[in-house]
């Protein structure tokens, strides 16, 4: 509403950022998932060059709980930033 209880045409009141940020929360939310899974698994996926690489906790456990440590932030992020 502008002074004088005036609606200005440019920014109508039914358009908001919600829509936004609820794709990223459920960005947030699918990427949560998927720290569970890999934890629950023991193996996650992450891109590496122009393929992608499987890490087992077992067999490279620096790169896979490097690799659940970057989503969870991510996770975060889209979660409390965006």
Known sequence: MLEGGKVSCLHPPY???Q??????KGLSVIVALYVAYALTVGKVYARR???????????????????????????????FVF
């Open 19 to 24: 829509p936004a940020k609820m794709i990223f």
């Open 15 to 17: 358009v908001t950022e």
């Open 49 to 79: 060059g122009p393929w992608g690489v499987t890490w087992a906790r077992s067999e490279n456990p620096f790169w896979y709980w490097s690799t659940v440590v970057i989503y969870s932030i991510l996770s975060a992020a889209l979660a």
